[in-house]
Each structure stands twice: as C-alpha cells, then as structure tokens.
Nanobody, 127 residues
Framework: QVQLVESGGGLVQTGGSLRLSCVAS????????MGWFRQTPGKEREFLAA????????YGADSVKGRFTISRDSAGNTIYLQMNSPKPEDTAVYYC????????????????????WGQGTQVTVSS
C-alpha cells in the first residue's frame, strides 16, 4: 500500500526558509511523478511544483517560481520542497502527492490527476 509521509512543516518568519520532505513507501517510485500542493480553508487545493519520475524534469507554479524549489533524491522515493523567502500568504497545509506514470515524461499539475496523497503538514508564515 502506497504511503506518503510529509515532514518539516512549522512556523517560519517572512524572509526565512523551510524545507519540507516527503517519503514514499509501498511501491517502486522510480516510475511515479510526485508533487506538492497546498490548501487553505475554503479553497481548492493549489498546485505548487512537481517532478517527473527520473527527477530530470520539474515544473513550478508561477506563484512560487523563484522562491520554492522541488527536488528528488536519487533513490526516487523522497522529494523535497525548499521554501525560500516565504510570505504570510504561503500559510497553508502542504500536501505531497504521487501518480504512477511509467516511462512518461509527463509532469501532472492538476490535483485530480494524482492518485496518492499524504496527510499534510502545516506551514505558518509570520510577518
């Protein structure tokens, strides 16, 4: 059974930095695209960044480009979200997600495209 476990959330000040981690288990994740979304109460889950199965291709939302960076370890089962210069509006629950893509180069960006989700980790940015 596929499980995704996020960690690294917490309280951070504006202008600081935070790194989220997501460890995947229960599958061969070298054939999975993985990504990060976030959600605030009453809003739809928002795409942030995703990485393809090999780690060679990444895609980020305009709202976080230049500030947040996604990466993937060589084993393929851990992804990270490096958050630099966060703003109070980045306060949200952050979710890790995964989708089996085989050898496809695709990097899904829609939340309905993904199959597996972590439980989420709260990030709070104080001004």
């Amino acid at each position: 059974q596929v499980q995704l476990v996020e960690s690294g959330g917490g309280l951070v000040q504006t202008g600081g930095s935070l790194r989220l981690s997501c460890v995947a288990s229960g599958g061969t994740f070298s054939r999975y695209a993985m990504g990060w979304f976030r959600q605030t109460p009453g809003k739809e889950r928002e795409f942030l960044a995703a990485v393809n199965w090999s780690g060679a291709r990444t895609y980020g939302a305009d709202s976080v480009k230049g500030r947040f960076t996604i990466s993937r370890d060589s084993a393929g089962n851990t992804i990270y979200l490096q958050m630099n210069s966060p703003k109070p509006e980045d306060t949200a629950v952050y979710y890790c997600t995964a989708k089996y893509v085989g050898y496809s180069r695709s990097v899904p960006t829609g939340f309905k495209e993904y199959t597996y989700w972590g439980q989420g980790t709260q990030v709070t940015v104080s001004s």
